[in-house]
């Protein structure tokens, strides 16, 4: 595009001569001047690479606005969801305390009448205390994790809608792996890697540039006023307008090597591109894959901790009717309550790795987008 600028300068000359006489040229005298120069450059192959590096630095920066949109959306699940997997385990915590605390009373009131020793109520005790402090760990780690989450919102006392039960986790869609890596090209680190190539290649362009010559087409009007103390040129004082339109053509011709060490390092960082855009691809597949594999495991745990859970139960309530029977002891039920308590932490674990792990597989292959967050609400209770 043109440039116009407005320039001005003030000079006060004092002129002192050895030539004596009526010819002397001693004096001093004042020029000033003010003027408008325009320049429009009309071919510069420098000036337009920089022009096309502009742009795709746009392109760049909305890369790195997308992958920091990516980012906010995958904290905000992880926090959303830590939440509510801390409120899982603190209602685990409690109620395999009130249970302990049941058998503990259970062994209290044997021993007193003889049916068991000692052994049973200090080992139904040392359970029930464990339980205790379980709980307050959980109780803390929940109110780490809430004050998490409202630092993230930017509310106080955030409270999440927990998942709806029965919870049901969709298989991933597409089901292939294929699928996912296929679409890795719209991934933001990718993009990001390709308009950094492309920049790396306009910049050799603008080194060779340096080769070209440029030609502008320029306009001055200047104003001029030239005041003088001396009788010689006084004639010459007064003021004008002078004004000049025309073409600048430049070529250069040596610049020290300049211009071609420019070129060669131009060239390095272009090779350097290349491979930055191979590495990025190569990680957005690993990343992808690695992704991929995390949830369909999580979706295969959490199906067989469901049936571990199922089958703790029923082993739970067959120790139980035992102990009352006489068949089991006491440490039977004690274990038998820890294995089901063990059970439904990994459960909750792994069902919330799971919706976790499908925003980050997302977030990898470069697909996730405002949808996929109605989607997850669909697995929480209004």
Known sequence: RPSVNLQATVKRNRLESSVDGPFSA?????????????????FNLGNSAKVSQAE???TAAEAD?????DDLVARLAQGYFDVLAAQDVLATAKDNKKALAEQLASAKRS??????????TREAQARFDLATAQEIAATNDLRVKR????QLVGRADVKPNPLRVPVNLESLNPGQIDGWVQGNARAAMVRKAEVGLKVAKLEVDGARAGHMPTLDAVAQVARTHISSGNDLVKAQSGAGTAGSIGLEFNMPLYAGNAIQNRVRETLSLQDKAERDLENARRSVELGTRQAYSGVQSGLAQVKAYEAAESSAKLALEATQLGYRVGVRINKDVLDAQTQLTNTQKDLYKARYDVIIGAIKLRQAAGTLTAADLTELNKLVAP
């Open 26 to 42: 001693e004096g001093s005298s004042t020029n000033s001047q003010v003027a408008v120069a325009a320049r429009q450059p009309l």
């Open 65 to 69: 606005l997308k992958m920091a949109e």
């Open 147 to 150: 004050i998490a989450l409202d």
């Open 56 to 58: 795709a630095s746009l």
């Open 111 to 120: 021993f007193e009448v003889g049916n068991s020793t000692i052994t049973d």
